[in-house]
């Protein structure tokens, strides 16, 4: 059974660094075709793709966000993380990690943790 | 960046009828466009993968349908656990881009 579950640190202020933690079980991200992607969504609004990182390390960011992303993976401890620095008020959102499945050129997102929501307050 | 532009917004429907929604994409996606539906204060779950793929355990009366640059979700027989919100997300090229959501509500 594959599941996720994102931990934030649920309120920070403006000019500081964000950071996520996915920790995952029921399938491993040193398996071919495995990857782990993150995604945000303001409160009432659509999903917005930030990060993937996959089994073999490949990176791939968003530019929108300006350099302001960091992924990584802790391959042994079934994690997964997201850093965003300099954050404001417009990164206030519920973020989403979720799995990568890769196959054949197609990719998907086919399990997702529930979302940890992240406000960005003074 | 590719833009995914999606239609209706929103709309209403009966138990037991048939409706579409469509992904028009900015440039050819050469089928790589997956569907999720969100129910609300819920996670998305995914539905279909290279535009007409469905997932295991995904209810017959969804599928997919499209090529190049136009993609669709059919959900025939709307039932009362279909009312949620659907995205489209193409993944043909980073960076990956969503669809805005339709909206679906059972009359």
């Known amino acids: 059974q594959v599941t996720l579950k994102e931990s934030g640190p649920g309120i920070l202020q403006p000019s500081q660094t964000l950071s996520l933690t996915c920790t995952f079980s029921g399938f491993s991200l040193s398996t071919y075709g495995m990857g782990v992607g993150w995604i945000r969504q303001p409160s009432g609004k659509g999903l917005e793709w930030l990060a993937n990182?996959?089994?073999?390390?490949?990176?791939y960011y968003n530019p929108s966000l300006k350099n302001r992303l960091t992924i990584s993976k802790d391959t042994s401890n079934n994690q997964a993380f997201l850093k965003i620095t300099n954050v404001d008020t417009a990164d206030t959102a519920t973020y989403y990690c979720a799995r990568l499945n890769y196959y054949s050129g197609a990719h998907w997102f086919a399990y997702w943790g529930q979302g940890t929501l992240v406000t960005v307050s003074s | 960046d590719i833009q995914m532009t999606q239609s209706p917004a929103s709309l209403s429907a009966s138990l037991g009828e048939t409706v579409s929604i469509e992904c028009l994409a900015s440039?050819?996606?050469?089928?790589?466009l997956a569907w999720y539906q969100q129910k609300p204060g819920k996670s998305p779950q995914f539905l279909i993968y290279y535009a007409s793929s469905l997932q295991d355990g995904v209810p017959s009366r969804f599928s997919g349908s499209g090529s190049g640059t136009q993609y669709s979700l059919k959900i025939n027989s709307l039932e009362s656990e279909d009312a949620a919100t659907y995205f489209c997300?193409?993944?043909?090229?980073?960076?990956?881009?969503f669809g805005g959501g339709t909206k679906l509500e059972l009359k």
């Open positions: 997300l193409q993944d043909s090229e980073y960076p990956w881009t």
């Open positions: 440039e050819d996606i050469y089928n790589n």
């Open positions: 990182i996959w089994w073999d390390d490949d990176k």
